[in-house]
């Protein structure tokens, strides 16, 4: 899989406590988890960092660091950035989804499935019987 960097173009939302906001705005998928730049709003930006989801010590690292800058429950905290991760992912899955065009009966591989018997390419129609007639 080619690991790209998406800019997303809007940012992923997230409210933490009443003021504060978790901004996620790009994301790459790395054999780490995925990596994603995350921004911690209360009317102005207070935190900027970027942090690979899939390892533990860099999420409890910053649950810690923001629940001491916010003052909200570190369970605020935990959710906050879950559901971010949660948005990023399905935020991906679609990106992926729509840069990967569907196969089509122009796909190179295609063309030895699509011939008769006689292998004429045009009557693939032809090869198959309807209903129970043998």
Do not use: H
């Given at each position: 899989?080619?690991?790209?960097?998406?800019?997303?173009?809007s940012?992923l939302?997230?409210?933490l406590i009443?003021?504060?906001?978790?901004?996620?705005?790009?994301?790459?998928?790395?054999?780490?988890g995925?990596?994603?730049?995350?921004?911690?709003?209360?009317?102005?930006?207070?935190a900027?960092?970027?942090?690979?989801?899939?390892?533990k010590?860099?999420?409890?690292?910053?649950?810690?660091d923001?629940?001491?800058?916010?003052?909200?429950?570190?369970?605020a905290?935990k959710r906050?950035l879950?559901?971010?991760?949660?948005?990023?992912?399905t935020?991906?899955?679609?990106l992926?989804a729509?840069?990967?065009?569907?196969?089509?009966?122009?796909?190179?591989?295609?063309?030895?499935?699509?011939v008769?018997?006689?292998?004429d390419?045009?009557e693939c129609a032809s090869?198959?019987?309807?209903?129970?007639?043998?």
């Open positions: 899989m080619a690991m790209t960097l998406r800019i997303f173009t940012a939302q997230a409210p009443p003021g504060w906001e978790v901004l996620a705005t790009q994301a790459i998928r790395t054999n780490r995925n990596q994603t730049t995350v921004k911690l709003y209360n009317g102005s930006l207070q900027t960092d970027t942090i690979n989801f899939g390892l010590k860099e999420r409890e690292a910053l649950f810690t923001w629940t001491k800058l916010t003052s909200a429950p570190i369970d905290v906050a879950l559901d971010i991760e949660d948005q990023v992912e935020l991906l899955r679609q992926e729509a840069s990967v065009p569907s196969p089509g009966t122009t796909d190179p591989w295609r063309d030895q499935l699509l008769t018997r006689d292998g390419p045009k090869n198959y019987i309807t209903g129970c007639e043998f």
